[in-house]
């Protein structure tokens, strides 16, 4: 199990509508991601099962999506990911000692745009 390394990606335009689905599409593309994941591909996520890296399964927390070529955070999959580390939609599956590496990741983007994550209000 492990939380990934904080990438200090770019920010996407703050309105931009999140579709997780259809941006997992452009991430596998872009990271040229086609039978297993790979390092480009998890650094878009913000966790991983460690002992299943190679299942796309094992990834949680797609924060990222690909804008005009380039891989960039986005605000709304962040504050999606941000609820739900903080309790919404049932919470995740994920150890309860890596929840505090997950929230410093998030809330380190959070600031990059200029909010508080939910857990710091």
């Known amino acids: 199990m492990t939380v990934t390394r904080f990438q200090d990606l770019p920010v996407a335009d703050r309105a931009r509508e999140w579709d997780g689905d259809a941006a997992d599409k ?3 593309a872009w990271a ?3 039978d297993a994941p790979n390092a480009a591909y998890r650094d878009a996520h913000v966790w991983y ?3 299943a890296a190679d ?3 094992a990834y949680k927390f797609l924060i990222a999506d690909v804008v005009g070529g380039d891989l960039k955070v ?3 999959a962040v504050m999606s990911a941000g609820g739900i580390v903080d309790g919404a939609r049932g919470g995740v ?3 309860k000692q890596e929840m505090p590496r ?3 990741h998030l809330a380190k983007y959070y600031a990059k745009f200029g909010d508080t994550a939910p857990w710091e209000r």
Do not use: H, L, M, Q
């Open 26 to 28: 452009r991430v596998r």
């Open 32 to 34: 040229e991601a086609k």
């Open 49 to 51: 099962d460690g002992d």
């Open 55 to 57: 299942n796309f399964t």
């Open 74 to 76: 986005v605000p709304r």
């Open 93 to 95: 599956d994920i150890p």
């Open 102 to 104: 997950v929230k410093a």
